[in-house]
């Protein structure tokens, strides 16, 4: 459930239920929790597996540190890092992430996996993410493949003389 | 498992520094071993698919580093495999640079014009074509729109693409599906094959030392085919000549260690590293001032919203690539494909009032993706890089599988390099916000420091033994028999993709590879007759292990 606020706050989505706590709800559409980002986290191809006990731990222990130094009280019937608004979230990830942290080369790498999630899919094949309706992939656009599961833009180009070469460009197409 | 082997040259690295020498010693008549850690991928290997695991993750490998993180390739076929194909030549005044040093970084011998030759030769081999407006991606078409619409000119980038066979899919880093692009297991790979060269793909090199008669022994240990943090197991191999070309953030690794067998290596081994002082801008795109203010439609009606079609960088700037522009002011722009995930993490919101590269505003240009236009800087950097102590085995400690490691490289820009990157941000912005086109933001340094997938330096050439690890043949000061020829070898940032100006210099190298094995009594002659060209990279060659 940390993991999952974690990832939220990164590439945040809509809740997935009446209620649901780890997603804030803080955006429209699924974010990086609906696009599968603990199934990232878990796959054994990763490399995260063995560590995200740990990094629950030490989120909830910064986000416990956090309410301390900002006055807040936390609900107790949900983790630490869960119990903070989205905008609490927010602003304790900054921290953990920016050069100045300790532990800032932990945190990136969770952010980018929840990126990821969202952005490619990468816990499954992107043919499948597609036709599942993956909702990062399906919120940036990407073009769904031909029949065959590949990818084929016939038109390609606007096809005219855009800008004059550099006048010192060589035969072979090259800089001088 | 223990396995000792002899040879008469053992080649590290199958990219361009590497198969080059393959092939032209193959072709020579020299016994020849090539050692990749990657795997051997070609054709339906190359998925378009972003889930781990498939070629995408394995064809690569991203090392962190302090300061500095490395994008490179991992399989038989190296570089050329996920690169983009994009091959212009270096400039003429980046053959003059000198950069803080005071005094010119390249060799005397090595100049613009001693280099065509070399560079032809490459371009017959591959082979490079140039571009025509017609192949001009709407993302090119869309920069060079741009630069015309500011004053500038712009240039359609020669590439190693064969036009008849690309889909403009964009899935060209993970390898080329169809086989347009015209990697090197189109050409020199085959072709070094045919001459008896074996390829040894999941063999990845720990170190070298000597062997009683003057040669080299070559110590390897084999990895899993999935897992590349498993060990397999580990032999031997002799050779009288060794060619390392493992990569500009492998190759200083592999001969640091090798250090306490070899004896005290040049002090430029692995120092010196360049990124091609390389940086990124996305521009998120105004559609209805594209339409507006540049003119630009496409069939379907849409004015851009193409980020995903193409074949990676198709057209480029090059109106500051000036020789009378002092050094760190000088700087290529190319319009650039980088897919979601790598491509989207580190960019950045404009006018953000929150997090700029996470967070709600983040979400919101990430749902205009297809209005994106990347920007690629290739500047003047300051070498700055150095490498620590090499890990217990590879070139880094492997954290996921495959892809993800992280390595000794060490580097903290200069202001040389801060200047330069700044000017070459406002260039892009001065470019593309004219009339409001877009909104453009550089890609953070913030969460990982700088970036690169152009490495270069770690081991360069030079007339200086204090400043570059190499003579101007490639051959380790020191270490006779030992050569490198691969990006570690090239002196400073290109301002433009260095990949054709790599395997000229490893051209360029081969007749002094061949005089010193002839020396060292191996039966070979210079060939210099282009590889045959291959039609399909999907040729599976006995490995004789």
Same mark, same amino acid.
């Given at each position: 459930?940390?993991?999952e ?6 590439i945040?989505?809509?809740r997935?239920w009446? /209620?649901?706590?780890a997603?804030a /709800?803080a955006a ?12 990232l986290?878990?796959?054994v191809?990763?490399?995260m597996?063995?560590m ?6 030490g ?9 301390r130094? @900002?006055?807040l009280?936390l609900?107790p019937a949900v983790?630490p890092?869960?119990a903070?608004?989205f905008?609490?979230r927010t ?8 050069p ?5 080369e932990?945190?990136?790498a969770?952010a980018m996996?929840?990126v990821m999630a969202w952005d490619? /899919?990468?816990?499954e094949? @992107? ?5 599942? /309706? ?7 656009g990407f073009? +769904? +493949? ?10 390609f180009s606007y096809?005219?003389?855009?800008a004059?070469?550099?006048p010192?460009t060589? +035969?072979?197409?090259d +800089?001088? | $498992?223990?396995t ?6 053992v080649?590290i690295?199958?990219?361009?520094g590497?198969?080059?020498?393959a092939?032209?010693?193959a072709?020579?008549g020299?016994r020849?071993?090539?050692l990749e ?13 972003f ?6 993750s394995? =064809?690569?490998?991203?090392? $962190?580093?302090? !300061?500095?993180n490395?994008?490179g390739g991992?399989c038989?076929g190296?570089?050329?495999?996920? &690169?983009?194909a994009?091959m212009?030549r270096?400039?003429?005044f980046?053959?003059e640079?000198?950069?803080?040093i005071?005094?010119?970084l390249?060799p ?6 001693a ?5 032809d030769a490459v371009?017959e081999?591959l ?8 192949d001009?991606?709407y993302?090119g078409?869309l920069w060079?729109?741009?630069?015309n619409? =500011?004053?500038? %000119?712009?240039n359609?980038?020669p590439a190693?693409?064969d036009k ?5 899919c964009n899935w060209m880093?993970?390898g080329?599906r169809?086989?347009?692009k015209r990697?090197?297991?189109?050409n ?8 008896g060269a074996?390829?040894r793909p999941?063999?990845?090199?720990? &170190?070298i ?5 003057n040669?080299?022994r070559?110590h390897?240990?084999t ?5 590349y ?6 032999g031997?191999i002799d050779?009288?000549i060794v060619?390392?070309?493992a !990569?500009a953030?492998a190759t200083?690794v592999i001969l640091?260690r090798s ?22 801008n996305t521009a *998120?795109?105004n559609?209805d001032?594209?339409r507006?203010?540049?003119g630009l ?8 919203e193409?980020y995903?079609?193409?074949?990676g960088?198709?057209a480029?700037?090059w ?5 009378n522009?002092p050094?760190f002011s ?7 494909y980088?897919p979601?995930?790598?491509? %989207? *993490? ?7 009032? !929150?997090?700029s590269?996470?967070?709600?505003e983040?979400?919101?240009i990430?749902?205009r993706w297809?209005?994106?236009?990347t920007?690629? *800087? $290739?500047s003047e950097d300051d070498n ?8 217990? %085995?590879g070139n ?5 599988q495959q892809?993800?490691s992280?390595?000794a490289?060490? &580097?903290r820009p200069?202001?040389n390099?801060?200047a330069?990157?700044e ?15 877009s ?7 913030d969460?990982i420091?700088? &970036?690169t997938v152009h ?11 204090e400043?570059?690890?190499?003579d101007d ?13 691969d990006?570690?070898s090239?002196?400073?940032?290109l301002t433009?993709?260095p990949?054709?100006?790599i395997?000229a210099l490893a ?7 061949v005089?010193a ?6 039966p070979?002659?210079y060939?210099?007759?282009?590889p045959?060209?291959a ?11």
């Amino acid at each position: 459930m940390t993991l999952e606020a974690f990832a939220d706050t990164i590439i945040p989505g809509e809740r997935r239920w009446p /209620g649901d706590r780890a997603v804030a /709800g803080a955006a429209t559409g699924g974010g990086a929790v609906a696009s599968g980002a603990l199934d990232l986290l878990v796959s054994v191809e990763g490399g995260m597996a063995g560590m995200l006990d740990t990094l629950a731990v030490g989120l909830d222990d910064q986000a416990t540190e956090y309410a301390r130094r @900002t006055g807040l009280t936390l609900d107790p019937a949900v983790p630490p890092f869960v119990a903070l608004s989205f905008a609490d979230r927010t602003a304790l990830t900054s921290e953990l992430v920016a050069p100045a942290h300790p532990e800032q080369e932990l945190w990136v790498a969770l952010a980018m996996f929840s990126v990821m999630a969202w952005d490619t /899919g990468a816990a499954e094949h @992107t043919v499948d993410a597609l036709a599942a /309706g993956h909702p990062g992939l399906v919120q940036i656009g990407f073009t +769904p +493949p031909d029949a065959d599961g590949l990818w084929r833009f016939p038109n390609f180009s606007y096809g005219r003389v855009l800008a004059k070469s550099h006048p010192d460009t060589t +035969p072979t197409g090259d +800089p001088a | $498992m223990t396995t000792t082997d002899s040879t008469d040259v053992v080649i590290i690295g199958s990219g361009f520094g590497g198969s080059i020498p393959a092939y032209r010693l193959a072709a020579g008549g020299a016994r020849v071993v090539v050692l990749e850690r990657g795997p051997w991928l070609s054709g339906e290997d190359f998925d378009h698919d972003f889930k781990f695991g498939s070629s995408s993750s394995r =064809a690569f490998e991203f090392t $962190m580093g302090d !300061g500095m993180n490395v994008l490179g390739g991992n399989c038989v076929g190296g570089g050329s495999v996920v &690169y983009f194909a994009a091959m212009p030549r270096a400039p003429r005044f980046t053959f003059e640079r000198q950069g803080s040093i005071g005094k010119r970084l390249w060799p005397s011998a090595v100049h613009r014009a001693a280099l065509d030759p070399w560079y032809d030769a490459v371009a017959e081999s591959l082979p490079i074509t140039q571009n025509d407006w017609p192949d001009v991606t709407y993302s090119g078409g869309l920069w060079a729109a741009a630069c015309n619409h =500011a004053g500038r %000119t712009a240039n359609p980038v020669p590439a190693a693409i064969d036009k008849s066979k690309c889909t403009n899919c964009n899935w060209m880093m993970s390898g080329c599906r169809f086989d347009a692009k015209r990697s090197l297991l189109l050409n020199y790979i085959p072709a070094a094959v045919e001459h008896g060269a074996q390829i040894r793909p999941l063999h990845e090199v720990q &170190y070298i030392s000597r062997t009683p008669d003057n040669g080299y022994r070559v110590h390897f240990n084999t990895v899993d085919e999935v897992d590349y943090r498993e060990v397999t197991g580990s032999g031997t191999i002799d050779a009288k000549i060794v060619i390392v070309a493992a !990569g500009a953030v492998a190759t200083p690794v592999i001969l640091q260690r090798s250090e306490e067998a070899l004896g005290a290596m040049p002090s430029a081994v692995g120092r010196h590293f360049s990124g091609n002082g390389e940086r990124l801008n996305t521009a *998120i795109v105004n559609e209805d001032k594209v339409r507006e203010v540049l003119g630009l439609s496409r069939p379907d009606g849409k004015a851009y919203e193409a980020y995903q079609i193409g074949k990676g960088p198709v057209a480029a700037s090059w109106d500051k690539l000036d020789g009378n522009l002092p050094e760190f002011s000088r700087h290529s722009l190319e319009q650039l494909y980088f897919p979601p995930g790598f491509g %989207t *993490i580190l960019a950045q919101v404009p006018d953000a009032t !929150g997090p700029s590269w996470f967070g709600l505003e983040k979400k919101e240009i990430l749902r205009r993706w297809q209005s994106w236009l990347t920007i690629f *800087i $290739m500047s003047e950097d300051d070498n700055e890089g150095v490498f620590g102590p090499p890990p217990p %085995t590879g070139n880094g400690d492997r954290i996921s599988q495959q892809l993800l490691s992280r390595g000794a490289l060490r &580097y903290r820009p200069t202001e040389n390099t801060l200047a330069g990157w700044e000017r070459a941000d406002a260039d892009v912005r001065d470019i593309l916000e004219r009339d409001g086109l877009s909104r453009v933001m550089p890609w953070t340094n913030d969460p990982i420091g700088a &970036y690169t997938v152009h490495p270069l330096s770690s081991c360069r050439i030079g007339d200086d033994p204090e400043t570059s690890a190499l003579d101007d043949r490639h051959e380790l000061r020191g270490h006779p028999g030992i050569f490198v020829t691969d990006g570690s070898s090239v002196p400073a940032g290109l301002t433009v993709n260095p990949a054709f100006t790599i395997a000229a210099l490893a051209e360029r190298a081969v007749p002094g590879i061949v005089e010193a094995a002839a020396a060292r009594g191996v039966p070979v002659r210079y060939v210099d007759r282009p590889p045959a060209h291959a039609t399909s990279s999907r040729i599976r060659i006995p490995l004789g292990v």
